[in-house]
């Protein structure tokens, strides 16, 4: 079983993924290849003097893998509540995991179709988002939400620090004390 089930590899996603895996968690990131940050060109990330956005995901990617995170092509067809955390499935398969993360950008027909409580987006062009506490919890047991498909204004900076934000919080729950994941200068 995975500790981490993420759907959605763009920068709340792969941030994410980037953390659970480094903090030792196994994690699988499954996404549907329909990135917006693969349209965008980038000069307000803090860090980055300009970056186009398929170069951001592909390095989000690679970082992620880095740390032993697992990548799938394919749509996340539902998420269910499990007896041990909650189930996705796929065209080809239904996989378990403690805990299921979706960040899924500007689409939430998923979470939808899954019975997961959406409500009005607050940003032009992002219609509706997920209903999400402040920790990123969804309405359904062990499933979490983070970026924009959570709400969070829509620029990478913000959505791949939300991404991070509630993968610590899902590592913190597993670990059951708070993570912290500082690297000191070598
Ligand atoms: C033209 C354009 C220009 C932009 N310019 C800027 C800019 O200059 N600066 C800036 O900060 N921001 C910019 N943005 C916004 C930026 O791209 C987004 O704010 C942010 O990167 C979104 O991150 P995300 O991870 O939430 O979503 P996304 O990057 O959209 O990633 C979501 C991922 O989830 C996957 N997915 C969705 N549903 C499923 C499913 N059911 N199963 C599996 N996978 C799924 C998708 O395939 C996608 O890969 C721009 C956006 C656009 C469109």
Redesign the pocket.
Same mark, same amino acid.
Request: hydrophobic share 40%.
């Given at each position: 079983m995975y500790d981490i089930i993420i /759907?959605?590899?763009?920068?709340? +996603?792969? @941030?994410a993924a980037l953390f659970a895996a480094k903090a030792g968690k196994k994690t699988l990131v499954?996404? @549907?290849?329909?990135?917006?940050?693969?349209? #965008?060109?980038?000069?307000? $990330?803090y860090g980055r003097d300009k970056i186009s956005?398929p170069d951001?995901?592909e390095t989000g990617l690679a970082q992620m893998k880095k740390f032993g995170a697992e990548h799938r092509q #394919?749509?996340?067809?539902s998420i269910d509540s499990t007896d041990t955390g909650a189930s996705?499935t796929?065209e080809e398969e239904t996989i378990e995991a403690k805990h299921v993360l979706?960040?899924? +950008? /500007?689409?939430t027909?998923?979470a939808e179709k899954s019975g997961i409580q959406i409500k009005e987006g607050p940003e032009p062009r992002i219609k509706q988002v997920v209903d999400i506490t402040p920790e990123g919890r969804t309405s359904l047991d062990h499933v979490w939400a983070? +970026?924009?498909?959570?709400g969070?204004?829509? $620029?990478?900076?913000?959505? @791949?620090g $939300?991404?991070a934000e509630v993968a610590i919080n899902i590592i913190s729950e597993l670990n059951g004390e708070r993570y912290v994941d500082h690297d000191v200068l070598k």
């Open positions: /759907a959605g590899a763009g920068p709340a +996603g792969a @941030s499954i996404d @549907s290849d329909q990135s917006m940050t693969k349209k #965008a060109w980038i000069e307000n $990330h956005g951001l995901v #394919a749509k996340v067809l996705v796929t979706l960040a899924t +950008g /500007a689409l027909d998923t983070a +970026g924009t498909c959570a969070k204004s829509v $620029h990478t900076i913000v959505t @791949s $939300h991404g």
